[in-house]
């Protein structure tokens, strides 16, 4: 059983920084590709930032040049670095993981997740 859970997150203004992370825990062979996503209210889920066993990262435009995904040399700790944070960024985050063969921004390919953490940015 894969369990993950977030950390991390809080309350900031606009224009700081936060860093979020995630545990990944149980029985696993190999390392799946992982991501973080965020939610609104009212809103769809989003991908926020995906990274491939092998370190390789994608970002949502969104956020490129801002965050930065990375993780832990045993691949069971995953971070979300966010710099010059904006309200609009405020948002349940949420990581997870998936064994799928294709490592893409997609919810519905990510099959473990954490319950979230909650980011808040004020102006």
């Known amino acids: 059983q894969v369990q993950m859970m977030e950390s991390g997150g809080g309350s900031v203004q606009t224009g700081e920084s936060l860093t979020l992370s995630c545990v990944r825990s149980?029985?696993?062979?190999?390392?799946?590709?992982m991501g973080w996503f965020r939610q609104v209210p009212g809103k769809k889920r989003e991908g926020v930032a995906r990274?491939?066993?092998?370190?390789?990262?994608k970002y949502a435009d969104s956020v490129r040049g801002r965050f930065t995904i990375s993780q832990d040399s045993d691949k069971k700790t995953l971070y979300l670095h966010m710099n010059s944070l904006k309200p609009e960024d405020t948002a349940m985050y949420y990581c997870?993981?998936?064994?799928?063969?294709?490592?893409?921004?997609?919810?519905?390919?990510?099959?473990?997740w954490g319950p979230g953490t909650r980011v808040t940015v004020s102006s």
């Open positions: 997870a993981a998936t064994w799928s063969r294709r490592c893409v921004l997609v919810e519905a390919d990510f099959d473990y």
């Open positions: 990274i491939e066993s092998d370190g390789g990262a």
């Open positions: 149980g029985c696993t062979l190999y390392t799946p590709c």
